[in-house]
């Protein structure tokens, strides 16, 4: 693993209170000067912020302040394990994040990073107008998947209707994201992994999804940066082309960018290193 894992970069977890009062943690990492920018990352279904313990300081020591909320219900976050009640709620406490996230750095531009189902909650924070200003990096996404899975028909509907709080394991293997033995044995011991979600948060998944399907496009600002899809060359959780095709019908902006040595979770791949070159460059507009 990185070298860069041990090294001293300021991390800090803000506290955050959602609007029905649950406690949400907010966690940073800050570099040792001013930043050039700032990341606020929106992880995926099984993941929290945890996961970052490289990409965090790895960012950081780029210039960037990094950012990432464990999604209620997630990592050190209140709520009932793997539980979201509400796509409307789980809106609400990522625009609450993002206005402190904000409010940390309002000099410098901001990148809003989507990994896996992140990218679909990112989907729909842009739909509702949330993200206005802010670069776009959506990273092995699940854009339009439960549509993929499901069809349009009875059993999307009934997933959508679903509620309640009786759970169901999440049928991936770790071995879908990774193939390094030392991120598989992290994934292993890591007990605020997400192994079971409720029918509401399976409900959850296919409202995110109806809000940026049926939202409209995108592009009311042509001069807006680019939107950037970045796709492993092995994914056994997403289907990349269903991902991709519903991103280019949001935006003509959309700019696929390659990593040919990775798998669905990037961060932890051979692939880390040039990822997180390419996303500091990606985050100060070096790039395009």
Do not use: K
Request: overall charge negative; charged content about 15%.
């Amino acid at each position: 693993m990185s070298a860069l894992t041990a090294r001293a970069h300021h991390r800090a977890t803000l506290a955050l209170t959602a609007s029905d009062g649950t406690e949400l943690a907010l966690h940073h990492w800050a570099p040792d000067r001013p930043p050039a920018a700032a990341v606020f990352y929106v992880h995926g279904i099984q993941s929290h912020a945890g996961w970052l313990f490289e990409t965090g300081p790895e960012l950081a020591a780029r210039g960037l302040a990094v950012f990432a909320l464990d999604r209620r219900g997630s990592g050190t976050s209140g709520g009932p394990r793997g539980h979201l009640p509400s796509a409307a709620q789980v809106l609400d406490d990522y625009a609450r994040a993002l206005t402190t996230v904000r409010a940390q750095t309002p000099d410098v531009p901001l990148t809003v990073v989507g990994q896996s189902f992140g990218g679909s909650i990112l989907a729909a924070l842009v739909t509702e107008g949330y993200t206005a200003g802010a670069r776009l990096v959506f990273c092995a996404p699940a854009l339009g998947q439960q549509r993929s899975r499901h069809g349009s028909g009875e059993a999307l509907a009934a997933l959508r209707s679903a509620g309640g709080l009786s759970t169901a394991p999440l049928t991936l293997a770790d071995a879908d994201y990774t193939d390094v033995t030392a991120y598989l044995d992290f994934m292993a011991n890591d007990i605020l992994m997400i192994r079971q979600v409720t029918a509401s948060t399976r409900a959850v998944m296919v409202q995110l999804e109806d809000a940026y399907m049926r939202g409209g496009t995108w592009d009311a600002d042509p001069s807006a940066p680019l939107v950037h899809f970045v796709r492993p060359q092995h994914d056994a959780i997403i289907d990349l082309d269903t991902s991709w095709q519903v991103l280019t019908g949001l935006t003509r902006r959309a700019a696929a960018v390659d990593f040919t040595d990775s798998g669905h979770y990037v961060e932890f791949s051979s692939a880390r290193h040039r990822y997180w070159d390419w996303l500091a460059e990606t985050a100060t507009g070096s790039t395009r």
